[in-house]
């Protein structure tokens, strides 16, 4: 068996506009870090957000330049002009990468030290481990709103983040994170750890801030607004603008319009380097938000699980497609609030595609 301390570790990274994170993020990983692999630039469809050339407009390349790295383990890669696709910008770091495994990690998911060590001993324990799956908490307009929703019974917050390397191992797609062999076949994975086993075997996951701060929420809509994925991406700007800057529906908090989404208190404790980046950017919690998880979020937090409960019957054809359009006409209220009036949206359009679809 391979001794966890000795097993090396690629972080690799891609990354355009990555204020406020990038900064606390390498500080976060340098220490347990074989290397960091950080791939920086924009993709064609955000040109918009990026400099002539391709790259950031705001100081991610200065901080990844000047970051304190004694033992040379950041390796900056960029090209002039804009990336096709994050398909080549994660080849360009799998090309250079000489660890045992490669960590893909977003600039703006963190992790707890002591999570990282454990999943360096889950590794080292068992050499037939070839990718872990890791589970996010995503945080919503703030430290204390946790995003839920009926996307995740699928699965959506289960990320592939960790495969073992081999020289001339490629992505196949970044997304989902697909590994390709040596001779570019799609890789036969002997031992997946999902992310439910991880958190039994150790409790590991991922803490998530896409959805943290205004303006980096507001380019992550507009970037998906540009995708064609469809299912309410292409109005990413205005779900930006009346859902998460004025949070007019309770049940639609996430980009995408279907299934319901909405948010919970959050219980745990964040990583200290998150603490940290808060109190120095002065961070203030939206007031209004901290009230609703104090005296609102549950009743849409049942209504959002009632509605989930019937997507799932759906898909495995539990009852017929009327009963559950009656059943989630039930999940109506009388509309006495602002909040009521926009959810009540939201059990309308799930009541009719689970008739129609």
């Known amino acids: 068996m391979k001794q966890a301390d000795s097993l090396k570790i690629s ?42 050339d391709g790259h950031s407009i705001d100081n991610t390349v200065e901080i990844i330049k000047n970051f304190p790295d004694p033992e040379c383990k ?8 804009f990336w096709p696709e ?42 037939e481990i070839s990718r872990v799956d890791i589970k996010t908490i995503n945080f919503w307009r703030g430290f204390s709103a946790v995003l839920q929703g009926a996307t995740y019974i ?33 890789f036969n994975h002997k031992r997946i750890i ?4 991880l958190i039994t075997l150790c409790e590991v996951y991922i803490y998530h801030y896409s959805y943290v701060f205004p303006e980096y929420v507001r380019y992550k809509a507009d970037y998906y607004s540009r995708m064609g994925w469809g299912g309410g991406h292409e109005d990413g700007i205005e779900w930006y603008s009346k859902e998460w800057i004025d949070f007019s529906n309770p049940l639609r908090v996430h980009i995408i319009k279907f299934p319901p989404s909405w948010i919970v208190p959050f219980q745990g404790d964040h990583p200290k380097i998150i603490k940290k980046m808060k109190q120095d950017l002065n961070f203030m919690e939206s007031q209004g938000i901290l009230q609703f998880l104090k005296n609102e979020f549950r009743r849409y937090k049942k209504v959002g699980e009632n ?29 006495r609030s602002f909040h009521a009036i926009h959810a009540n949206y ?12």
């Open 11 to 52: 972080f690799g990274m891609i990354v355009v506009n990555g204020e406020p994170f990038i900064r606390y993020n390498l500080e976060n990983l340098y220490p347990h870090a074989h290397e960091i692999l950080i791939v920086e630039g924009a993709v064609e469809k955000f040109y918009h957000a990026a400099t002539t």
């Open 74 to 81: 950041i390796k900056l890669i960029q090209r002039e002009g």
């Open 194 to 197: 999902s992310a439910k086993e």
């Open 154 to 186: 699928y699965g959506a917050d289960d990320f592939i983040r960790i495969f073992r390397y081999r020289p001339n191992y490629s992505y196949e797609t970044h997304r989902p994170p697909t590994l390709m062999d040596e001779c570019g076949h799609t």
């Open 307 to 335: 509605l989930s409960l019937l997507i799932i019957m759906q898909k495995n054809s539990k009852q017929s497609r009327y009963k559950l359009f009656f059943r989630a006409l039930q999940q109506l209220w009388f509309p």
């Open 86 to 127: 994050k398909d080549a910008m994660a080849n360009a770091y799998m090309n250079i990468c000489t660890g045992d495994y490669i960590w893909q990690v977003d600039v703006d998911e963190f992790y707890k030290p002591d999570d990282v060590e454990k999943v360096r001993m889950l590794l080292a324990s068992d050499p």
């Open 346 to 357: 939201t059990v309308l359009n799930t009541a009719k595609t689970l008739i129609t679809k």
